[in-house]
């Protein structure tokens, strides 16, 4: 099992930054793709953005490219994904997760374990 906690959500103003982060723990952290997804009140859970093993790939979701970077560091075994411009429609519970399959994936069937999420809150 890999148990991933995640921190740093909060309250911020629109156009403002956070950084949240994602501890991962039991697993060799550095075989799994890791991702980041979000889920508002009343829509589904919906894929942010990924980051291979190695962190040579990245991807993202259309709607916050140019604002969100996701990064790794395999040494602490821990997932980022900075946000700066923040916008109200970005509220919601952030969740990391951990993909042993061969390529990074965006579909939530891909990943195998997943944190308890991390609320952010962006206010207009």
């Known amino acids: 099992q890999m148990q991933l906690v995640e921190s740093g959500g909060g309250l911020v103003q629109a156009g403002g930054s956070l950084t949240l982060s994602c501890a991962a723990s039991?697993?060799?952290?550095?075989?799994?793709?890791m991702g980041w997804f979000r889920q508002a009140p009343g829509k589904e859970r919906e894929f942010v953005a990924a980051i291979s093993r190695s962190a040579g790939t990245t991807t993202y979701t259309d709607s916050v490219k140019g604002r969100f970077t996701i990064s790794r560091d395999n040494a602490k075994n821990t997932v980022y994904l900075q946000m700066n411009s923040l916008k109200p429609e970005d509220t919601a519970v952030y969740y990391c997760?951990?993909?042993?399959?061969?390529?990074?994936?965006?579909?939530?069937?891909?990943?195998?374990?997943w944190g308890q999420g991390t609320q952010v809150t962006v206010s207009s």
């Open positions: 039991g697993r060799a952290f550095s075989i799994y793709h």
């Open positions: 997760a951990a993909d042993s399959r061969l390529t990074i994936s965006i579909l939530r069937v891909s990943y195998d374990y």
